[in-house]
């Protein structure tokens, strides 16, 4: 059941004296509940930006230029297939609502936002696994994220919710009154995610939770987000450029270039049916643990700017399969059974595994010629 | 391979230390205490062959990088001697020194930090060759860099020179740095960690290009890395450290197909795994890592130890004896005392520190049913010998008394493990078992025999 649709979402940042950066362009991908849905990408291609986008907690110049984010789920009474009660719920009467009781968060305002976020989605923010603040009880730092996003809840109940949460979380609940600084690395991540937890929300947002982490660290920082989906059967949407860690923990991926969502499908389907150039490429660029004696094939030349981008795919200036076709104009998501067979289609449904590549025609041969050395380095990088 | 020299080590280490910290502090005056080192690379002895790759890796804070940097003399060792190409580098003269630094490079993690923003691709890929006094002239040495800088394949070079930094993409930056290392045509490079800023997409070109320069330039390399993928896909051997000791040493894909340290097989077991339809165990690792001020004693993993060596009269399961010694590290740590006693539950006071202090700090699938770090462990699920848990209670009551002292003997007395009592031999050579009484059990006693 989907819990989050992101529809032709496109995200800008204003620059003073430069071109507009277009940081996400016609993103779509739903997210069902209890799933997990990882964005998966290279520095500067939008990921962390769309997290953040779906929040509102866009930098001050960012903002959605179109699109919308549509969650469901809000409280359930307002589930009464009409989105009446949702139209009440919600003050504003600007805010669209579907007729499946869907809104559309990029249209909330900023009071509204402010209630909504925690309550129904939450986010642990890049780095935030070690930034505990060392000179307040835990319990205390709980209590106020309760506090701020639920000011109707007097300081004893959130007291005793703290508790409970560090408690579900795999904490002594009298360590509520603990320092930070008196709690190991492993219980400091699980009293983040707790915080994280503390309005029970629908969904968590988790940006790089493991990156700068050490590998048997980052198990256990895996181990307490695997905990907490149990423990609270929440949505995750995991935001990272580790491959490994998401081909473990994600059940459906969206793999990100350039601002733009270049293939979505099931893990197993990214892992072992990859289907668009940029994937392809990744998938031989990285080593693997298991693997010995072939050579890693780097992908020549660097990410597009975004700043005014031109129209072709984003990939295209790297792509080796690129045709003329593909800069007129950046492709749109195709279903990639269909398009395989001959048949683009271009309303391909969500769930679908689907890539934004014209060339789908020839997977097969892509896929063969994208583990040869001499298909990604035809012509000799230049200097723009 | 090598450049014509004959085989042979090019870099010895030889029981080196290096301690920070060890000034006298304000506060150490002030409570009248001995400074506190931290000791970031302990009694480190390896040898590295002229030709080799060899990696070194672990965890932040398991002293890779300070051995890097001891390896290029930016730091002087604490104990111990380094030699290079049969100089010691710890007692060099200046001419020594310069003939040294003509031949030894670093690359650092940071292409964005490493190379000056107001300097020209030309003025810092030069300055080595003017600093070294290489080359004839400004004509020859402008065309040392271009040569350089093709070789690590930024073509054609021309286009680059002029070029700041701020205008190169990160992997470009990366390229300029290792052409900075390459240009004085140095025997050995420590690269430490230098890809991990750069994009998945990009990384694989600056590996390859160091691959291939090590054929092409005769280079030895160490190569740093806390990603062990890599360490396996670029290096011949490895050195594993931890917490200051190198742990274990050898083969790169002997280490990586089967690990015999029980840290190693834990850092092997936390990596994930890149196909999504595996369902990988996690490492059965106890807590986390201890203060490189205050190692523990013996060997330094034995805390976290999944296999840790009982007294040979033991008569319980290992498991029981793991729980036992994580009793006892938590009194060392001063982690266990009368404040996890709950006056008003029914249990004895013994009885739940007991059950606290026997439980294992580890990812779920490795606990026993219902344990968990709040609530300690049922006591019956852990086959403790009656002896043994009649010394843990005995020291439970020294300890609700304020005695730890009294606790850790009564434990220590009957019961304890030779791997914190005794200091494994740690390998030097890459044919050597790891530092782990559980292969150096039979070998040790014959050291003993010589002795008497």
């Excluded at chain 1, 990921?47 to 469901?72: H, Q």
């Excluded at chain 2, 998945?200 to 330039?217: C, F, H, P, T």
């Amino acid at each position: 059941m989907t819990l989050l649709e992101i529809n032709d979402l496109s995200v800008t940042y204003r620059m003073d004296d430069s071109p507009d950066v277009r940081a996400v362009e016609d993103a779509n991908f739903v997210v069902d509940r209890g799933e997990t849905f990882g964005l998966v990408g290279e520095s500067g291609c939008g990921k962390t930006t769309l997290g953040k986008s779906i929040l509102a907690l866009l930098d001050d110049n960012g903002e959605v230029e179109s699109g919308e984010a549509w969650f469901d789920g809000l409280l359930p009474e307002w589930e009464d297939g009409t989105g009446a009660a949702t139209r009440e719920a919600i003050e504003d009467p600007d805010v669209p609502v579907r007729s499946d009781g869907m809104m559309d968060l990029t249209a909330l305002t900023t009071r509204e936002m402010r209630r909504f976020r925690w309550n129904q989605i939450s986010l642990i923010p890049q780095g935030s696994m070690n930034a505990l603040n060392p000179v307040y009880k835990v319990g205390d730092q709980i209590v106020e994220a309760i506090r701020l996003h639920e000011p109707e809840t007097t300081e004893e109940e959130a007291h005793e919710r703290a508790r409970e949460l560090l408690e579900r979380i795999g904490i002594d609940r009298e360590r509520a009154d603990d320092y930070a600084h008196e709690f190991s690395g492993g219980m400091k991540q699980r009293a983040v995610i707790a915080m994280a937890m503390a309005c029970d929300p629908e969904m968590v947002i988790a940006d790089e939770p493991t990156t700068a982490l050490d590998v048997i660290t980052q198990d256990r920082v895996l181990d307490a987000i695997g905990d907490m989906q149990d423990e609270f059967d929440v949505s995750l949407m995991m935001i990272s450029h580790d491959i490994s860690v998401m081909a473990e923990t994600c059940d459906r991926l969206a793999v990100m270039y350039g601002g733009r969502v270049m293939e979505v499908g099931t893990t197993v389907e990214i892992f072992e049916d990859p289907a668009n150039p940029y994937t392809l490429g990744l998938q031989n660029s990285f080593p693997s643990i298991e693997e010995t004696g072939h050579r890693l094939l780097s992908i020549p030349g660097t990410p597009p700017t975004l700043q005014d981008p031109d129209d072709a795919c984003r990939f295209a200036e790297r792509c080796p399969w690129a045709v003329q076709q593909c800069y007129e104009g950046h492709p749109p998501n195709f279903d990639v059974e269909a398009a395989k067979a001959g048949n683009p289609n271009r309303e391909a449904d969500m769930r679908t595994h689907r890539s934004a590549c014209y060339r789908l025609d020839m997977l097969e041969t892509m896929r063969q010629e994208a583990t040869e050395e001499d298909t990604w380095h035809q012509e000799p990088q230049t200097v723009r | 391979m090598a450049s014509g020299a004959t085989d042979g080590s090019l870099v010895e280490i030889d029981g080196v230390s290096k301690y920070f910290d060890t000034a006298v502090s304000v506060t150490d005056r002030l409570f009248r205490r001995d400074p506190v080192p931290v000791r970031a690379v302990e009694d480190v002895s390896l040898t590295i062959e002229e030709g080799d790759i060899v990696g070194i890796a672990g965890e932040s804070g398991c002293g890779k990088t300070t051995l890097g940097n001891l390896l290029v003399n930016l730091y002087d060792p604490t104990e111990g001697t380094i030699t290079f190409d049969g100089m010691d580098i710890t007692r060099m003269s200046s001419e020594e020194e310069s003939a040294f630094r003509r031949r030894v490079q670093m690359i650092f993690q940071d292409p964005f930090e490493s190379l000056n923003p107001r300097k020209t691709v030309l003025d810092s890929v030069v300055e080595p060759l003017r600093i070294n006094g290489i080359g004839d002239g400004w004509s020859d040495r402008r065309q040392r860099v271009i040569e350089a800088l093709e070789d690590v394949e930024l073509a054609p070079a021309e286009r680059y020179l002029d070029k700041f930094p701020g205008e190169l993409s990160g992997g470009e930056r990366q390229r300029v740095a290792i052409a900075r290392a390459l240009v004085i045509n140095p025997d050995f490079i420590v690269a430490d960690e230098p890809v991990s800023m750069l994009d998945v997409s990009i990384r694989a070109g600056v590996l390859n290009l160091m691959k291939d320069l090590q054929d092409e330039y005769g280079l030895t390399y160490v190569f740093i890395s806390h990603d062990l993928s890599l360490i396996r896909y670029m290096t011949e051997k490895t050195a594993i450290m931890y917490l200051g000791d190198v742990i274990e040493y050898g083969p790169t894909d002997e280490i990586v197909e089967s690990p015999k340290h029980p840290y190693t097989q834990s850092l092997f077991e936390a990596v994930p795994k890149v196909d999504p339809t595996l369902d990988r165990q996690r490492a059965n690792v106890t807590g986390e890592v201890p203060s490189a001020r205050d190692p523990p004693a013996g060997c330094k993993f034995h805390p976290r130890c999944p296999k840790i060596i009982p007294p040979d009269d033991w008569t319980g399961s290992q498991d029981a004896y793991r729980r036992l010694y994580q009793f006892r590290y938590s009194l060392i740590q001063r982690d266990l005392g009368p404040e996890d006693v709950d006056p008003d539950t029914r249990a004895s006071e013994v009885d739940q520190l007991l059950s606290r202090g026997l439980v294992l700090d580890v990812p779920e699938e490795h606990r026993k049913s219902g344990e968990d770090l709040r609530e300690g462990v049922d006591l019956d699920a852990v086959d403790l010998p009656p002896e043994a848990e009649e010394a843990l209670r005995d020291a439970a009551r020294n300890v609700l008394g304020g005695d730890y002292e009294a606790a850790i003997e009564r434990v220590d007395r009957d019961f304890e493990s030779i791997c914190s009592s005794t200091h494994p031999t740690v390998p030097t050579m890459p044919e050597d078992p790891p530092a782990c009484h559980l292969y150096l059990e039979e070998t040790a006693e014959a050291p003993l025999a010589e002795q008497s």
